[in-house]
C-alpha cells in the first residue's frame, strides 16, 4: 500500500541555519511527489514538486528537495532558514489512478529559534 | 481571485445536529476534494469529484455527503455529528486529478462536535 512517512515530528533550527526535513515514501510506480507548508491557521501551500526528469527540484521561498528513488526519499532543503519558514510541512504522494487522492505525511512542525 | 474560499471558519455542533461545510472556487478547475486534519494523522480525502455532477468516496467517507451541482461549489454535509469528526477540514481544488496537478486549498473550517 501507498505510504508517507515524515521521521520527524518536530525540529527546532536557528535563524539561518541550514534545514533537512525527511519525507520517506512506499509507492510502486514512478511517484508523483510534493511538498507543501502550513502557516499556523491557514490550509496548505504547495512548495514544489517531483513528476519526473530533473532529480533536484527547485520550489518557492528558496526551498529544494531530492529526489532519490534508491532511497525512496524526496528529502526538502533550504541552505538559510528565516523565521517566517516556521510552519508545519507536508510530504504528499499522488496515489495515481482515479480518485485524485494524495497520501500525505504526517506532518513536520518546524521552530525557527532567533 | 478569491481562490479557494471555505465557510464557516469556526463551528461547534452538539452531538446528532446536522451541518453543510461550504467550498467555493473561482480558478474553474474540474477537480474538487475534501480532506480532514487531524493531529498526527496528515490529511486523508473525504470526498472527491472529478467534475459538476460527478463526486466519489475517499478514504474516509462515512458519515459525509457531497454533491457537485456546479462547477464552483462543493460543500459536504455532515447528517449527525459525532464527536469523531471533530476537525479540521479543507477544500482543495486543481485543474486536473488531484494526484497530477497542484492542489489549491482553503483556509480550512475548524469543527468541533459536543
Known amino acids: 500500500a501507498q505510504s508517507v512517512t515524515q521521521p520527524d515530528i518536530h525540529i527546532t533550527v536557528s535563524e539561518g541555519a541550514s534545514l533537512e526535513l525527511r519525507c520517506n515514501y512506499s509507492?510502486?510506480?514512478?511517484?508523483?511527489l510534493f511538498w507543501y507548508v502550513q502557516s499556523p491557521g491557514q490550509g496548505l501551500q504547495l512548495l514544489l514538486k517531483?513528476?519526473?526528469?530533473?532529480?533536484l527540484v527547485q520550489g518557492i521561498k528558496g526551498f529544494e528537495a531530492e529526489f532519490k528513488r534508491s532511497q525512496s526519499s524526496f528529502n526538502l532543503r533550504k541552505p538559510s532558514v528565516h523565521w517566517s519558514d516556521a510552519a508545519e510541512y507536508f510530504c504528499?504522494?499522488?496515489?495515481?489512478?482515479?480518485?485524485?487522492?494524495?497520501?500525505f505525511g504526517q506532518g513536520t512542525t518546524l521552530q525557527v529559534k532567533p | 481571485n478569491a481562490g479557494v474560499t471555505q465557510t464557516p471558519k469556526f463551528q461547534v455542533l452538539k452531538t446528532g445536529q446536522s451541518m453543510t461545510l461550504q467550498c467555493a472556487q473561482d480558478?474553474?478547475?474540474?477537480?474538487m476534494s475534501w480532506y480532514r486534519q487531524d493531529p498526527g494523522m496528515g490529511l486523508r480525502l473525504i470526498h472527491y469529484?472529478?467534475?459538476?455532477?460527478?463526486?466519489d468516496q475517499g478514504e474516509v467517507p462515512n458519515g459525509y455527503n457531497v454533491s457537485r451541482s456546479t462547477t464552483e461549489d462543493f460543500p459536504l454535509r455532515l447528517l449527525s455529528a459525532a464527536p469523531s469528526q471533530t476537525s479540521v477540514y479543507f477544500c482543495?481544488?486543481?485543474?486536473?486529478?488531484?494526484?497530477?496537478?497542484?492542489?489549491?486549498f482553503g483556509p480550512g473550517t475548524r469543527l468541533t462536535v459536543l
Open positions: 482543495a481544488s486543481s485543474s486536473q486529478l488531484g494526484w497530477a496537478d497542484t492542489q489549491y
Open positions: 509507492y510502486g510506480a514512478t511517484p508523483y
Open positions: 517531483y513528476f519526473s526528469g530533473d532529480t
Open positions: 504528499a504522494v499522488g496515489a495515481g489512478g482515479n480518485t485524485g487522492k494524495l497520501i
Open positions: 480558478m474553474n478547475h474540474e477537480y
Open positions: 469529484s472529478v467534475g459538476a455532477g460527478i463526486t
